[in-house]
């Protein structure tokens, strides 16, 4: 079901305010100066403006009624409040919802609403396409446009809380009770913009979703791995699909950079991993390619010594795809020998796979523009879409 796009904020190109969403309290203080704010209001004022955006969703300095007019007034002249405009909105027969975000830029993603009985969980973009070329994800088949910047990964969030109607922040029986950075790209060749956005969401003044809500998932950046865990201390999530490097070589390809012993050492060290917070192994489930018992029983060994949870995620198929899914039993087998071995290893349920919204069908129509190439406007529809 396509729904109707709802009145956005999403700043025009030619827009030359500052933006507030993305900056963090250090920065908001500094734009203040400007305005003739005396330094020693700065952070009080940072403060105020803090609570209106992140905790109340403001939308308009209007709004800001602990503020006085006048500094509203000035604040609307200097500065700008955005969200991402929509420029698709659709909902799944089973409640998903997925939006097709439209940056000043014209530049577009996805992002990705999941309610479920006890929570509800936000896949978030964090790049227009992909700088990986994974050969089961239609993302994949997306260039790499450019990454998406703090305003634009924390205003996916804020947009899903608009459209939720979850404004201001709950403390409990939250709809939107967990993030995901499992959208479009790779967090971790992302990972200054995605830090500082996740930063400003986990901040307890604001939205304050704990880091345990919160989980990055990665297809195998080793190097920046051990940062995630000593600055964010989020859970991890790792691509992983394959059990020997000549299968991974294929489906995740930067593998061959970082092969699987690489980055297996890596979630060991890993400073937030604990047997509380085991680190996810996200397998997609392909027809004779990587389900047979004897890669369940190599799955297992490898993960000796981690503290691991098995994701199995039946293949969601996309136009042009080369890979079927695997038969329900060979999904059930695999998960019955990795369970027997002690690690859990729950069938993931696809979920959107009639708008297109589940595990690794997401894609836009967005391109590396050539020089000299007008852009059309977010708010209009692409000209080439994921069906």
């Known amino acids: 079901m396509t729904m109707p796009a709802p009145e956005t904020t999403a700043a025009a ?15 908001l203080a500094a734009a203040l100066a400007p305005l003739g704010v005396p330094e ?7 403060g105020q403006l803090w609570h209106w955006l992140y ?14 007019k006048d500094m509203r007034a000035r604040l609307a002249e200097a500065f700008r409040i955005s969200r991402p405009g929509v420029t698709r909105d659709q909902k799944s027969e089973d409640g998903t919802r997925k939006w097709l975000l439209g940056f000043a830029d014209r530049n577009e993603a996805e992002c990705v609403y999941i309610p479920e009985d006890d929570r509800g969980s936000l896949c978030i973009s964090s790049q227009v396409g992909c700088t990986l070329t994974c050969a089961f994800c239609h993302t994949g088949t997306q260039r790499m446009v450019r990454n998406l910047e703090p305003a634009e990964i924390v205003g996916q969030f804020m947009l899903a809380r608009d459209h939720l109607g979850e404004w201001p922040s709950p403390k409990d029986a939250r709809l939107l009770s967990n993030v995901v950075m499992m959208g ?21 003044e604001g939205i304050a979703l704990s880091r345990r809500r919160i989980t990055l998932s990665t297809a195998g950046v080793v190097p920046m791995i051990e940062r995630v865990g000593r600055e964010l201390a989020v859970n991890l999530a790792i691509s992983l699909h394959a059990v020997t490097d000549e299968v991974r070589d294929r489906l995740v390809p930067i593998n061959r950079k970082h092969p ?20 996810t192994f996200e397998y997609v489930m392909l027809r004779e390619v990587n389900d047979s018992p004897a890669d369940a029983r190599a799955l297992a060994a490898l993960l000796k010594g981690i503290p691991a949870k098995v994701n199995l995620i039946p293949f969601n198929p996309w136009p042009g795809s080369a890979f079927e899914c695997s038969s329900k039993n060979a999904i059930r087998r695999f998960a019955d020998i990795v369970n027997d071995a002690g690690y859990s290893a729950p069938v993931r349920q696809p979920r959107g796979r009639d708008i297109m919204a589940a595990c690794g069908q997401l894609k836009s129509a967005s391109e590396r523009l050539r020089r000299g190439r007008a852009p ?12």
């Open 13 to 27: 190109p030619a827009d030359a305010r500052l933006d507030l969403v993305g900056l963090d309290r250090d920065e």
């Open 55 to 68: 905790y109340r969703g403001a939308r308009d300095f209007d709004e800001m009624t602990t503020i006085s």
């Open 184 to 204: 479009m790209g790779e967090p971790l060749y992302n990972y200054d913009n995605v830090a500082k956005a996740l930063r400003i969401v986990m901040d307890p």
């Open 40 to 46: 020693r209001q700065r952070r009080m004022r940072a």
């Open 260 to 279: 699987i012993a690489e980055l297996l050492q890596a979630c060991r060290d890993y400073p937030a991993g604990n047997n509380a917070r085991r680190i």
């Open 376 to 387: 059309t406007s977010p708010l209009a529809a692409p000209t080439s879409r994921t069906p």
